[in-house]
């Protein structure tokens, strides 16, 4: 099959005359003479021959590689969600647990495993961080540590692997006088009660949560539930957000996460929304104890950046402050789900909680 008339021979650079076998490369569809090509023993023609030419050859050796390496990649990921499938159906085949169940004690069991055993250790006298550390690792040389990390305030955070580790290691940090060893205490957790009706009696709400749910038996549950804040939702209906011990919340976790009230059956989230400053847009306090609005700085809004008070700002423009100052991309709200310091700080607060279960 001879070669149109604009291609030339790669080799002697003339135009196919019919007299001899005319080759072309499979992939850059360039060619040239088989007597120029050294191959002039063809019994096929010339259109029937599979011919790659060298440069060519290279740029398919290293796809194939390339797609055989992505194949043992794929395979062994498509092997690794098999199994954890059929472990997860096996799991349901004897527990008789529907499949949203059996998601539901992954992520509970995920959760637990991502609760540490911390311990807070910091020096008496000054010392320096890294000096204490060294000792640290000296006294508790028998003593397994996860990992260290330091803190702001020159002290050390330890994970142990066990409580009992923890235990073992506080107490031999004491014996020793001038380190002070502690439990990094937790948070009691926070819940969210969606869509309760407005005409519930707030005042006696706790009660009624306690009476319709049968949290009588929790001793002084009482005062284990406390309203921390309410908020609008839709239908006229409120979310309350209440604090409560990991003991009401374990017993909450065990009802499938619903609580009984007066008008219905209402769910149940946890609630990790940080403590957030309007003022300075910092987390861990309020605006009403913020010692930038104390030294006269003016606000930054929460949803421009700029300086002034959020709640009164009319541009459509979203930048986060605290994106912003971090030189990251921040085309979003301070409160936003995309911003990576909001959702840290949650997580940070997820992590730091004590659910009891």
Known sequence: MGSSVDELCLVCHERDDGKVKWLKCLKCKLGGHSTCMRMTGLKSNASEVNWVCDPCALVIKSEVHLREEINVMTDGVTLAVEEAVSAQSGQVEKDGMNWAEVVSRCRKRKRTQKNKNLLIIKAKGSKKAVDMKKEVEELLSDVQIMDSKFTNKGNIVINLESEEKRNAAQNKLHEVGNLIASNGKRWDPKIMVCNVARNED?????????????????????????????RPAAGGTVHYVLKCDPEVRARIHGMNDKLKLK??????YDHYFPLL????????????????????HAPHCYKCAGQHEGRSCQSDVRKCFNCAASKCQSEHSVSSLSCPIFTSEVNRIRLNTNHGF
């Open 202 to 230: 707030k005042e006696s709400l706790i009660e009624e949560i306690i009476v319709r749910n049968n949290l009588e038996s929790i001793d002084g549950v009482i005062n284990k539930i406390k309203i921390v804040s309410e």
């Open 263 to 268: 008008w219905g059956v209402h769910q149940v």
């Open 277 to 296: 400053c309007y003022h300075c847009l910092k987390f861990g306090h309020k605006s009403d104890s913020c010692q930038c609005k104390v030294k006269g």
